[in-house]
């Protein structure tokens, strides 16, 4: 893998009862392909941010600390779902001494004031405390991509512009591939070979990369 490659979308052990990665191991193999950095972005939590940046001195590789929170589709006080909707997923990156004291602020908001099964900052932290962060688009949770899923076109860019207003440009649009040798589209091997969760996943996958790329064109995010 290249070295200019950086994860920047990892979850350790510390992603309770959602992560396998034991830090070390994590720096092991990020040395083991050469390459000079990564970033954890465990869920909704700082737990690791500690270890990880003391134990990255001991292997030379620069960390980045980040977090996927859980936002709130709403206020983060409202603690009902709105449309179906409990929370999102966004992922959340400290490009400096600043950043990381506001994604502190963001995350801690979210543990004291926004718990609704899990920890949730709102837009309204998000404007608050955004000087220094650089956020992504996430997974298929994020609120981009689960409008996209479902056909809301409206909210997904409502979601869209919001981050990229709040973010300018450190917003990014974060596509995913997971792995699989087909992650553009399926072949008629793949619709026999895979079961149906796995291809439902696939297609939401292909289906939200799709219409990222095209946002990313349209609105001139990368």
């Known amino acids: 893998m290249a070295k ?56 030379h590789i620069k960390p980045i600390i980040g977090c996927e929170i859980y ?3 709403k206020e983060r006080t409202l603690r009902e779902p709105v449309d179906g909707i409990n929370y999102y997923h966004l992922v959340l990156l400290a490009k400096d001494l600043v950043g990381y004291k506001n994604l502190v602020k963001i995350v801690s908001t979210g543990q004291l004031e926004g718990m609704y ?3 949730r900052a709102d837009a309204e932290t998000l404007k608050k405390y955004s000087e220094g962060i650089i956020c992504t688009s996430a997974c298929l949770a994020g609120p981009i991509s689960r409008h996209i899923v479902r056909n809301e076109e409206e909210q997904a860019l409502k979601w ?27 072949s008629e091997k793949d619709i ?31």
């Open 4 to 59: 200019d490659f950086t994860h920047l979308h990892v979850h350790t052990d510390y992603s309770l009862l959602d992560g396998l990665n034991r830090i070390e191991d994590l720096f092991n193999k990020v040395q083991e392909y050469k390459m000079d950095s990564v970033a954890i972005t465990d869920h909704g939590v700082l737990y690791g941010a500690g270890e990880f940046w003391k134990m990255s001195h001991d292997f």
């Open 71 to 73: 936002l709130a589709p």
């Open 117 to 119: 099964y899990r920890p």
């Open 160 to 186: 869209l512009k919001f981050l990229h207003h709040t973010f300018k440009e450190n917003f990014y649009l974060e596509l995913q591939r997971n792995g699989f040798k087909h992650s553009d589209s399926l």
């Open 192 to 222: 026999k070979t895979y079961d149906e969760e796995t291809l439902r996943f696939l297609n939401e996958q292909i289906k939200v990369n799709n219409k990222l790329r095209e946002y990313s064109e349209r609105f001139k995010i990368p």
